[in-house]
């Protein structure tokens, strides 16, 4: 959240290691979303209703100087049994707000009722305020393997009333989690407070996949003196949705910016490598970096960018334009510290012409980049970027497009492909990929921008269309040794029209 000139993040933290267990709410404050300064823990377990953890929850900020209510699902006993608690400062006028106290007079301010199962419902969202004169917030859960997300509405913030159906719910999607509900413009970039409403909006719905451990969104209307949503009909509503981004990206969260007019995106990325790894780190998860996030000007997606205070981090400036890439060639990008930048390309291409024909049968991105990877040659691609490669290509993370020629259209596959990217054998090495939509008949090119940072991969491609988190492990391609290719392996010849890389210092965190 951002309150009083600073943003606040809260995190789900143990204590007591690198390893799963103990939850609590870590705090940490910014001025600026980069440089951070580690607070002691906002809530940690202290009554019998939150004995068993303090779990994710949100922030509202409530109007008339009354500042900010933390909602949060606590365990209460060993059959994880969950309920809804509040929290709020100790002493507001504190500017980085240390301290929470949980009132004992309404806590807890929600519980599941009897027909419901109560070990399943979990993380209240950010609140909205509705013309009724209701604050209304939502409760991820499921019933007999349907997603759901229940509405509860309330006047003073502590008696809260159960709507009766959920706001929006899809079968055979498995118990939501973390869902997250605000308005986007329709026009332009600017973020909206969560209450705002109107004709030129749309709403979205995101929601978590406790079975799958990936996440959905949709776009639509809301309709709120109904206590409903309805997805518009351009995008899946189920597993295979629409998502933030197709890699290592869960558990998401967004605020308003009221500072910039904006909306901002978090989200965590855990780790793919073996607990013991994590032990001997000493740390383990991180938060991807905050995205900027609004609808596309064709109202059927959205569109991320990562904020623009990130740019503060840039140092030394490469750039590379207009250079041909044969099939087979291997670029080097000098002169940056290739394990820790910020590229931005622009790739073009005269001619559609060769590219493969889109097998019908392919339904998930994910098994077409991992049957066709970066080093299997192909018409219009794969061409892209080589991330933390070593100086034999012993270890490498492709970045890359491929297009294909499907009955109608071409559809644009998108990969972060982190089978190469160790030489470990026991880690997680997924093949994650998404489609891009884009319309290549009167403009030929593609663009991506890829965050390198040791162990993470952020790419964005299309300008933040098609979005991919990956978490990779090399072990010879590190810090000075890391380096960075441009290829392309495709028949087509593709222009590299410009190529920006930065170096990237080191955030501050106290």
Known sequence: MYYNGVYHLFYQYNPKGAVWGNIIWGHAVSKDLINWKELEPALYPSNPFDKYGCWSGSATI???????????TGVI?????????????????????????????????IVAEHAMNASV??????????????????????????GMAYTYRSKDFVKWLRVKHPIHSVASTGTWECPDFYPVSLKGKNGLDISTVGNSIKHVLKNSLDKTRFEYYTIGTYFWNKDKYIPDNT??????????DYGNFYASKSFFDPSKNRRVLWAWANESDSKED????????????????????????????????????????????????????YVKVKGITAAQADVEVTFSFSSLEKAEAFDSRWVNPEDICAEKGS?????????????????????FTPVFFRIFKAPHKHVILMCSDARSSSLKRELYKPSFAGFVDVDLSNNKRLSLR?????????????????????RVYPTLAIKKKAH??????????????????????SARRN
Request: hydrophobic residues 35%; positive net charge.
């Open 62 to 72: 409530l109007p008339a100087g009354k500042g900010p209510v933390i909602l949060y």
């Open 77 to 109: 006993d060993k059959h994880n049994n969950e309920v809804q608690l509040y929290a709020i400062p100790e002493n507001k006028s504190d500017p980085f707000l240390r301290k929470w106290i949980k009132p004992k007079t309404f806590n807890p301010i």
């Open 121 to 146: 419902f979990r993380d209240p969202t950010t609140a909205w305020w509705t013309r009724d004169g209701h604050w209304r917030i939502l409760i991820g859960g499921s019933r007999k393997n349907r």
């Open 235 to 244: 995008s899946e509503d189920g597993w295979g949705g629409l998502r933030y």
């Open 278 to 329: 994590d032990v001997k780190k000493g740390w383990a998860g991180i938060q991807s970096i905050p995205r900027t996030v609004w609808l596309d000007s064709d109202g059927r997606q959205l569109v991320q960018w990562p904020v623009e205070e990130l740019n503060s981090l840039r140092e030394k400036e490469v750039k590379l334009s207009k250079h041909k890439l044969k099939k087979g060639d």
């Open 375 to 395: 080093k299997d040659e192909g018409g219009v691609g794969p061409f892209g970027l080589l991330t933390l490669a070593s100086e034999k290509l012993e270890e």
């Open 450 to 470: 890829t965050l390198i940072d040791h162990s993470v991969v952020e790419s964005f491609g299309a300008g933040g269309k098609t979005n991919i988190l990956s």
């Open 484 to 505: 960075l290719f441009v290829f392309n392996n495709g028949t087509e010849h593709i222009t590299l029209e410009n190529l920006k890389a930065w170096n990237m210092k």
